[in-house]
């Protein structure tokens, strides 16, 4: 199993433009979210979803979009990055769509919006 | 809404000695779970330990266990035997069920713990 993937690993953007940060995983997992880490602030959840077809909004999801067409895909997309959307990335998964178990995270995507 | 706090931003030990980084939480809800993730300098989110809000008894992994105080919502990692491998940024997160109207999973700020030799 690759586990949780993530690209890309690094991206510069400028403002205004848009991109898709990619997030698949092979476990089969029902539950996927995506969190950006910011210094000092910890992990903040973005979009998550509990199922293909599900989505719902986590804490900070301003400018950010989501969907969730298969299992094993959840995309995040910056419709118009803007340079308070500089952060590292993360997408996790976990078994089971009651969210109470393990979350598996992927590798990070450090994106710089100048 | 639920809220994490690690009080602790920075936090030094000795090899081979203990400590215990610091963690509580503010929830209404009585059923929910609690993890310690270790995030090295690689980056990787690894989880450390996890606790169930309804098991009395503290979770222990080798090294780690925590001091799970439900009714004062504390939650601290207690790191034994203290390894250089053993720095890291450490989480505190706690996950409510599903379904109950809060947000799924809250970290905290993060314990930054350099061990040294």
């Known amino acids: 199993n690759a586990g949780v993937t993530q690209t890309p690993k690094f991206q510069v953007l400028k403002t205004g433009q848009s991109m898709t940060l990619q997030c698949a995983q092979d476990m089969n997992h029902e539950y996927m979210s995506w969190y950006r880490q910011d210094p000092g602030m910890g992990l903040r959840l973005i979009h998550y979803?509990?199922?293909?077809?599900?989505?719902d909004q986590g804490e900070v999801p301003n400018g950010y979009n989501v969907s969730r067409s298969t299992t094993e895909d959840f995309p995040l997309r910056l419709l118009s990055a803007a340079p308070s959307q500089t952060s590292v990335y993360f997408c996790?998964?976990?078994?089971?769509?009651?969210?109470?178990?393990?979350?598996?995270f992927g590798p990070g995507t450090r994106l710089t919006v100048t | 809404a639920q809220t994490v706090t690690q009080s602790q931003p920075e936090m030094s030990v000795q090899e081979a000695e203990t400590v215990t980084l610091s963690c509580t939480y503010d929830?209404?809800?009585?059923?929910?779970?609690l993890f310690w993730y270790k995030q090295p300098p690689s980056r990787q989110m690894i989880l450390v330990i996890r606790?169930?809000?309804?098991?009395?008894q503290n979770a222990t992994e080798n090294r780690f266990s925590v001091n799970f105080q439900k009714a004062a919502k504390s939650f601290s990692l207690k790191i034994s035997d203290s390894q250089l491998g053993d720095t890291a940024m450490y989480f505190c997160a706690f996950i409510s069920p599903p379904n109950s109207g809060n947000t799924p999973l809250v970290f905290g700020k993060g314990t930054r713990l350099s061990v040294i030799a």
């Open positions: 996790a998964s976990s078994y089971s769509g009651t969210v109470l178990s393990e979350q598996y």
């Open positions: 979803s509990v199922g293909a077809g599900i989505t």
């Open positions: 606790q169930e809000a309804y098991k009395q």
């Open positions: 929830t209404s809800e009585s059923n929910y779970y």
